[in-house]
C-alpha cells in the first residue's frame, strides 16, 4: 500500500469538521537561546490534547458504515485512547479501551468523560493484546491500532500538511518518534507538500530502540524505559518501519536533562503547556547547536497532557532544585 | 485628573509597536462547566508574561526625553518590576529595580535579563519606600508607580481597549483586582468603548481591602494576606479608588480552593499557562453560576508567570493531593 498525495489531502478534508486547526507559535527569546528560527506548531492546542485526534478521526471516518455499528477498539494508556473514545463520542459510535490497570488516573478519567468503555488489564503488552483480541472477538469492535494503521498514519500526516500550508519551505521539520505514526505521516506530508524540507525525528536516547532499528534494517522492540517522554517507549512496527525506511529519515536522540530543560523552556517562556514527549525535538536543537543555527525550523508539539503531579521530579532532572 | 476615550486610544497607539496583541481564547470543556460563553483575554502571552507591559510602556513614553536621560525608578517583587525593566530596556534607558531580598528568585532574574539596576531592600513597605526614595534622589531617576499612577491606567486600559474591538457587546468582564490598576482602566474603557457591559473586580475573599474600600468610602491597607493569588495582596490608592468609585464598579471576592480549581481547570483543559492572580474571574464564575448562566463573559488573564515550585501546594488546595 502507498499513500499518495491525495490520500493525505483527502483525509484532510474528511477530518476538518471535527479537529481544529492550531497555530504556529514563534518566541523571541527561545530563538535567540537557540541561535534559530523555530516555529512551533501547536497540537498541545489540538482536540484531546494531542495530534493523536487527527488519526483517530481519519481511521472511523474510514470504516464502512455497516462495520462502525459493532464500535472501534483499541489498547493504549495514553493520547490513543482518549483520542480514540472522544472521536468515537462525537460519530455517535461505541469504543472498547483496553487500559493496563495501572494507566495514570488522568488518561482513565479523560476515557471516561468521552463515554469510552474501559476493559482493565494487567500491564505487560501481552496481556494487553490478549485482552484487546478478547474483546473484539466478543463485540466485533474494528481493531484500530494507534500507528502500525495506514488511516491512522494518513490523519497524522494531516499536521505537517497544515504547516506547510502556514510556514513556507522551512529548511528542517522535526518531529517526536515513539511507534512512528506521526513521524512516518510526516515524512510523507513533507515529501509531497515541501520536498526541500529535511524531516527528522527525536526519540529519548533511553529509548533509542528506533535509531538502532532504521540503522540495522530489522525492528527492534522496546524494553519500555524509564524515559520522562511517557508517549515515546513504544517500538516500530511494520508499516511505520517500511515508510521511514523508503523515506530514509534520519533520528536523532537526545537525553533526559535536555528533554526536561526544554519542557521548562517552554512552559515558562511560551507559556503554554506541553508534555515531556512533546519537547524532544526542542531538546535535539539544544544539543545540535552549531547544525541548526540559522535554519528555519518547525517542531511538532505533539501533546499537552501533562501530567502535573510530575512537576518536582521534571524540575529535578532539569537540575531547577 | 480625568482619562478620557481618547487617552486610551492614544496610549494604545503609542504602545502598539512594543507590545503584542493578544488573542481571545474560548473553551468548549470550561463553557459546558459553567454553562455560559466565557471569552479570555490572553495576557498571559503579553510581553514579559503580563499586561504590566502595557502600562510601563505608556509610562516611559510619557515622561519628557530630558527626564528620561535619568533613568526610571520603582519598586516591586512582582510583575511590574519586570515589565518596567523590559520596556526601559527596549526603550534604551535604565531602570533601577527597589526589591525585597526574599523576592521570588525567577522575578529577580527575569529584572537581571532585562538590565535592570536592582536594588535589595528589607521586605517591608517601609524599607522598601525609604531605599526606593534614596535611590531616586541618588539617581534622579523617574519614579513609576505600578499602579496610583494615570499613565500606568491608561497603558492598563488597552487591554479592554483591544478586547473590545475583539469581541463584541459582552454581558460581562471580570477583571483581578490588587491595586486596582488594571480594573480602573478597564471601568474606563469599557464606559467609552463598551457603555452596556458591567464591569466587575474580583479579589480573594483573604484579600478583600478593596471590597471594603469601596462600601465603606475610605481605602483600607492591605495588610499583605497570604493568597495563593499572590499579585493581588496590593491595596487601593487614592487615583485607583476615586476612579472605581466614580464608576461604580462592583466587587466579588473568591475562596482560595475555588482559585487552586480554576487555574488547573485552565492549565489542564486550555493547556496555556495562568498564574493564580489571573484566575480569580474564572473563579468568581464558579463561585456564582446562576447569576452567570447563559451570560456572554470577558475574563481577563492578567498574567502567566507561574511558580511551578509551588505547584504542589496548588493542587493540595485544589484536593487533587
Redesign the interface.
Known amino acids: 500500500m502507498k499513500i499518495t498525495a491525495n490520500d493525505i489531502s483527502d483525509a484532510y478534508k474528511k477530518i476538518s469538521p471535527f479537529i481544529h486547526k492550531t497555530p504556529v507559535l514563534t518566541n523571541n527569546s527561545i530563538n535567540r537561546i537557540t541561535n534559530s528560527d523555530l516555529y512551533f506548531k501547536c497540537e498541545?492546542?489540538q482536540k484531546t490534547?494531542s495530534f493523536k485526534a487527527r488519526g483517530a478521526f481519519n481511521a472511523i471516518l474510514s470504516v464502512n458504515e455497516q462495520k462502525l455499528k459493532k464500535g472501534v477498539a483499541t489498547h493504549s494508556s495514553g493520547n490513543h485512547a482518549a483520542a480514540l473514545a472522544f472521536a468515537a463520542q462525537r460519530l455517535k459510535i461505541k469504543s472498547f479501551i483496553v487500559m493496563p490497570k495501572n494507566a495514570p488516573v488522568?488518561k482513565i478519567e479523560a476515557v471516561k468523560s468521552y463515554d469510552g468503555l474501559i476493559v482493565f488489564c494487567d500491564s505487560s503488552l501481552e496481556a494487553r493484546e490478549a485482552t484487546l483480541e478478547k474483546v473484539v472477538t466478543q463485540t466485533c469492535a474494528t481493531f484500530i491500532h494507534p500507528y502500525n494503521n495506514y488511516d491512522i498514519i494518513k490523519g497524522q500526516a494531516t499536521a505537517a500538511y497544515e504547516f506547510f500550508n502556514q510556514i513556507e519551505k522551512p529548511d528542517y521539520i522535526l518531529v517526536p518518534l515513539g511507534g512512528g505514526g506521526i513521524l512516518s505521516g510526516t515524512s510523507l506530508a513533507t515529501k509531497y507538500f515541501s520536498p526541500n524540507t529535511k524531516v527528522i525525528g527525536v526519540e529519548p536516547q533511553i529509548a533509542d530502540d528506533a535509531f538502532r532499528s532504521l540503522r540495522d534494517g530489522k525492528i527492534y522492540s522496546s524494553t519500555y524505559p524509564n524515559t520522562i517522554a511517557d508517549g515515546l517507549r513504544t517500538s516500530l512496527k511494520k508499516r511505520t518501519f517500511r515508510i521511514l525506511k523508503e523515506n530514509n529519515v534520519e533520528i536523532l536522540t537526545v537525553k533526559e536533562k535536555t528533554i526536561a530543560e526544554a519542557l521548562?523552556l517552554i512552559?515558562?517562556r511560551?507559556?503554554?503547556?506541553?508534555e515531556p514527549s512533546a519537547v524532544v525535538t526542542l531538546a535535539a536543537v539544544l544539543e545540535n547547536r552549531k547544525r541548526f543555527e540559522g535554519k528555519k525550523i518547525g517542531l511538532l508539539l505533539s501533546g499537552?497532557n501533562l501530567d502535573?503531579?510530575k512537576?518536582?521530579e521534571y524540575?529535578k532532572i532539569a537540575g531547577?532544585?
Not at 511560551?270 to 506541553?274: E, G, N, Q, T
Open positions: 498541545n492546542f490534547g488522568n521548562f512552559i515558562e511560551m507559556k503554554i503547556v506541553v499537552g502535573l503531579s512537576i518536582p524540575r531547577k532544585e
